[in-house]
Nanobody, 114 residues
Framework: QVQLVESGGGLVQAGDSLRLSCGAS????????MGWYRQAPGKQRELVAV???????TYADSVKGRFTISRDNARNRVYLQMNNLKPEDTAVYYC????????WGQGTQVTVSS
């Protein structure tokens, strides 16, 4: 089992920045991909950015050029730097890890006011 704990959400204004952090514990040796997903009210959960153990990254088109995912494998942590935030980025952001299983954090709220 892998446990994930996110932090760093909050209420900001459009154009501001936030940095989300996620720490993994438990069977972290099994983790391959770590990343971030988000779910806005009334919408399905969607991929924001993911990072493979080999270093490749994937971003949603809506966040390319504004968000950056980074990973500290030694500390089993993944980060999401979010710049130039927009009201449409408002959502609960979930940390995800994939390995032997598919694991989720509890989520952290990001609210961007216009």
């Amino acid at each position: 089992q892998v446990q994930l704990v996110e932090s760093g959400g909050g209420l900001v204004q459009a154009g501001d920045s936030l940095r989300l952090s996620c720490g993994a514990s438990g069977s972290t040796f099994s983790i391959n991909t770590m990343g971030w997903y988000r779910q806005a009210p009334g919408k399905q959960r969607e991929l924001v950015a993911v990072s493979s153990s080999g270093g490749s990254t994937t971003y949603a088109d809506s966040v390319k050029g504004r968000f950056t995912i980074s990973r500290d494998n030694a500390r089993n942590r993944v980060y999401l730097q979010m710049n130039n935030l927009k009201p449409e980025d408002t959502a609960v952001y979930y940390c995800n890890a994939k390995g032997y299983g598919n694991y989720w954090g509890q989520g952290t709220q990001v609210t961007v006011s216009s």
